[in-house]
């Protein structure tokens, strides 16, 4: 049972109250404070101070002081008045025990007021840090939007003018060759003329002479003879068959198995021609074929213009996606602009059609082409 303290001291004025209360040479760290409106209590063991106030205080506001062996007590008063007396008069152990209980139980709903109150204010925090993260994480999503979207402007751009500047350079190359037919035409024409001169000129002079010396030995007459023109030979034809080829090269110099590689793809761009697709109207018929677009896609990507060089492949895999080539130039550069996913997809597009190539050909034949490939 613990020792009660009952030297302790108290002054007071109209609106506080001042309790010294002796620690009795007990470690600070082992004292105990327990304060309400109505009750006071010093647990430090052995030794138990404890007080059922006169009247009401600020609890909140109220303070204690630890220092030289002494708690210091200011109770600031609810009401300004001066006390009888420091604790409440007649009270029993029965009214001290309900005090007691009284104040244990307001503790523990201001305690749990302020638990609360601490969890509302950590939930407003974490909202508002949720809500500030959100709004940062859209500025930047929408800053990157923007930057894809400047790119991609950017990139069409330069396609434009790209197009445009071989447009002017394929006139520029036609008007040249035009002009050049022209002069050889006219150079032709005025060779010619010369050439119908010449023989008028010598048919005429071998009229004269004929008709000077037509009765008379000329010394003269077999040299003009001689340097007359002779008659024109007369017109014919020759007909030449040819075995029909869809390549320039002769049969015995000819590669079957890429032959009609090349054929089917150019069969399949074909189709993809003719179909209503919006991107070719613009299009010159050598920039339709995908080995032109790929190419060009190529050459962007080596000046690291990557989204063009997207928008090369995507309509050369539109014209044939059968080529597996496109996909693997389309998951470089999303590599390059670091779109995983993309890359990842097109990658397995790519080994796809490469393994359904494969499958259908025949072992022998596959193995008749790695020796030409690898010149084995």
């Known amino acids: 049972?613990?020792?009660?303290?009952?030297?302790?001291?108290?002054?007071?004025?109209?609106?506080?109250?001042?309790?010294?209360?002796p620690l009795r040479g007990v470690c600070v760290r082992d004292a105990d404070v327990f304060c309400t409106e109505n009750y006071l209590k010093v647990n430090f063991p052995p030794f138990l101070f404890e007080v059922f106030l006169y009247a009401p205080i600020e609890d909140e506001s109220s303070k204690a002081k630890i220092g030289n062996n002494t708690i210091i007590f200011t109770l600031h008063k609810k009401e300004a008045a001066m006390w009888d007396t420091l604790t409440v008069s007649g009270a029993d152990k029965e009214m001290m025990q309900r005090i007691r209980?009284?104040?244990?139980?307001?503790?523990?709903?201001?305690?749990?007021?302020?638990?609360e109150a601490k969890a509302a204010a950590r939930r407003e925090d974490q909202k508002y840090t949720l809500s500030v993260m959100m709004k940062i994480e859209e500025e930047e999503r929408k800053k990157i939007e923007d930057m894809k979207e400047n790119e991609r402007i950017k990139a069409t751009k330069e396609l434009e003018v790209w197009k445009?500047?071989?447009?002017?350079?394929?006139?520029?190359?036609?008007?040249q060759r035009e002009e050049k037919s022209h002069q050889e035409e006219k150079q032709i024409e005025e060779e010619r003329k010369k050439l119908k001169h010449k023989s008028l000129a010598r048919n005429s002079a071998s009229r004269n002479l004929a008709t000077k010396g037509r009765n008379s030995e000329n010394i003269f007459f077999e040299k003009l003879k001689e340097d007359s023109i002779p008659a024109p030979r007369s017109v014919g034809s020759i007909q030449i068959n040819f075995t029909?080829?869809?390549?320039?090269?002769?049969?015995?110099?000819?590669?079957?198995?890429?032959?009609?590689?090349?054929?089917?793809?150019?069969?399949?761009?074909?189709?993809?021609?003719?179909?209503?697709?919006?991107?070719?109207?613009?299009?010159?018929?050598?920039?339709?074929?995908?080995?032109?677009?790929?190419?060009?896609?190529?050459?962007?990507?080596?000046?690291?213009?990557?989204?063009?060089?997207?928008?090369?492949?995507?309509?050369?895999?539109?014209?044939?996606?059968?080529?597996?080539?496109?996909?693997?130039?389309?998951?470089?550069?999303?590599?390059?602009?670091?779109?995983?996913?993309?890359?990842?997809?097109?990658?397995s597009k790519a080994y796809r059609i490469m393994k359904q190539h494969l499958r259908l050909i025949h072992p022998t034949k596959l193995y008749k082409m790695m020796l030409r490939r690898f010149g084995i």
């Not at 307001?106 to 638990?115: L, Y």
């Open 244 to 347: 029909p080829r869809a390549f320039p090269t002769a049969l015995r110099e000819s590669q079957v198995a890429e032959e009609e590689e090349w054929l089917h793809k150019q069969a399949e761009a074909q189709r993809a021609m003719n179909t209503d697709i919006p991107e070719l109207c613009d299009l010159k018929e050598e920039e339709k074929n995908p080995e032109w677009l790929k190419a060009k896609g190529n050459t962007l990507f080596a000046t690291e213009n990557y989204l063009a060089a997207i928008n090369a492949y995507n309509l050369a895999i539109r014209l044939n996606n059968k080529i597996p080539l496109l996909y693997l130039n389309r998951a470089a550069c999303h590599l390059k602009l670091k779109n995983l996913h993309k890359a990842i997809e097109d990658s």
């Open 164 to 175: 445009e500047r071989q447009r002017k350079a394929e006139e520029q190359k036609r008007f």
């Open 101 to 115: 209980e009284k104040s244990i139980l307001q503790a523990q709903e201001r305690a749990k007021e302020v638990a």
């Open 1 to 21: 049972m613990p020792l009660r303290v009952s030297d302790y001291s108290w002054q007071q004025t109209k609106t506080a109250v001042f309790i010294s209360v």
